[in-house]
């Protein structure tokens, strides 16, 4: 595990916030980090040159989707995912745990593993921890989640407690199963809301001293506050000196809210999925182009934004839009990536000079600035690509 | 009209074709050149930076269209058409004489203009040539086309000539209507197949001094035989000193056939229709990316070409159409833009060396290479965006 290193660089005064430093075989990543979600290989209508001008350091692909189509031994032809779709800095898969929990049309959960009909065709298929880590191996990331059991919310506890403890054993056969010094194997805490349950779960993890944690699970019916309630007390029983990753969540509030509760990671298809539904995100609050109020708009999206969106007009992307042109949704996902990426590289400044407090703060309170398009973005958070 | 002017630099002494400079308010053009098609004010699925690295210096936008939406005047207070999409380089807007032939579910049209059921919606809209004229000024384009009336052929004679006198009437009615010095009008020649229609109707559009002149009504039905013929008589009876326009051709082999006879401009949504559905264009010809031989296949669309597309393997292009994303059709259409960019760049050192007719035939000899994508694009090449 040579290539792979975390050190914490600074620790905020204001907050549980840190500024820390994960060290890739495909290179560094400052974090707090969040990774644009490339499910199919490709991030959803952006090009990878974007992405790097836009900030991004490390991208999410998705395991279940890629060993479907085109299946992980072409990806592993082609020069394994960095070769195949031509992103040469770090790479995290999934372990297809989620997708078992949101896509599959069947998935029957026994000790051994998972067995699900594919949401494409509708055929078996068979996901255990070894062939989670087989299927990564295969494509070749920085980081291989291991394969968790994630349940719904809210669920009874014995249910709870059975999914914890089975992806506390999957853990160590995810581990038992590695083969590739130059992929670091992430746990996943599972456990609901249940403080006991997450913190017990969390403790048995870090025994196995795994090179980087997760919190699973969340993002599937619970509120907002219960989510936080749940980092507040998993974050703290997690390692002090591994990365901390909060998976598929969520809106720029709920990763302040994170980044202030020491997590450290993040992925969400929200920027891109909301792009291309005509959503964008402003320090104002979101943007939604449709609204007709925008037709003879000339101001960019949002006046400080470097992106390549915000070199037109609102009304010139609201025409995309509206006449269902490609290039509105390729310029609001980027857009929208720029956004999440820059409020990352705030979060890591503010953390540096102990004010990551005040920053949560003045970012809450532009994005409550009472306008029409100031709603809750629609869409849900921990859905795929 | 002096921000514009057209010099024939050189004649090819192998053929007819023509090296020019057509000099416009918002820069110069390298003839022949190849327009890429903006319809809805965005060539679909490219970024304007990338259309620019491809080569592309002129781009062509549809008046029947941005007239129905968002609405000329909308266009107008954005910046017009230049400050609108943000292209600062020379645009074409055509009349909407070919949409209301190609597109509209009802036209009528006598005298005075075509009354016609928009597409969209149903509603009846009005165009007359001084409509078109004052749409075209409202979008600010550099050139503006005259209002042409277009007939399916094979027609009969009575019916083409009859049109072709309209679109005469109608060129003089679009002169009278002109108010912008910034903006060229350029005439449309009709006449069918017919060589005394063409040549006649060519000759009394030339008695008009126009700053340019399109070859329309053609890719109509015709075969490329026909077509071929029309411009041996066509292209002779235009004007030596300004430039010649082919009208929404064509296929590279059209191009290349068209130059031989002395066309200078030309523009056709085939290069990024094909590309949103998998057929790139190379020089050993069209390769179909759905193909299931290309699954594994790592080497690029075509070794030498420098676009964006070209840094994938076959086999990670053909994945992404394989799974519905959008960066298929995004780097297959910059790729054939490219492709006929390069094409045209090709002619045009040819032309100056004298060559152009080696040029012509060692393009036609490496399309006919036997393969099994080798197929005729199955797409019609006159048909909008």
Redesign the interface.
Known sequence: MSSFAFTVLHRDTSSRARLSRFTTPHGTVEMPAFMPVGT???V????L?DLRSVGAQMILSNTY?LAL??GET?VR???GLHG???WDGPILTDSGGFQLFSLAAMNKVDEQGAVFRSHLDGSLVALSPERAVEIQEALGSDVAMVLDHVVALPGERERILDAAERTLRWAQRARDAAKRPDQAQFAIVQGGLDEGLRVGNAEALAKLDFPGYAIGGLSVGETPDEMYRVLDFTAPALPDDKPRYLMGVGKPVDLLEAIARGVDLFDCVLPTRNGRNALAFTDAGPLRLRNEKF??D?CPLEADCPC?AC???R??L???F??G???G??LLSLHNLAYYQRLLAGAREAIAEDRFDAYRRAKLAGWATTNNDAAEPQINTNEIG
């Open positions: 199919q290989a490709t959803k209508g952006v090009r040159d989707h189509r085109p072409v032809d082609l020069g195949f779709m031509r037709q003879r000339e390549p070199r037109y007009s009304g010139y609201r025409h995309l509206q006449v042109e490609m290039l949704p390729m």
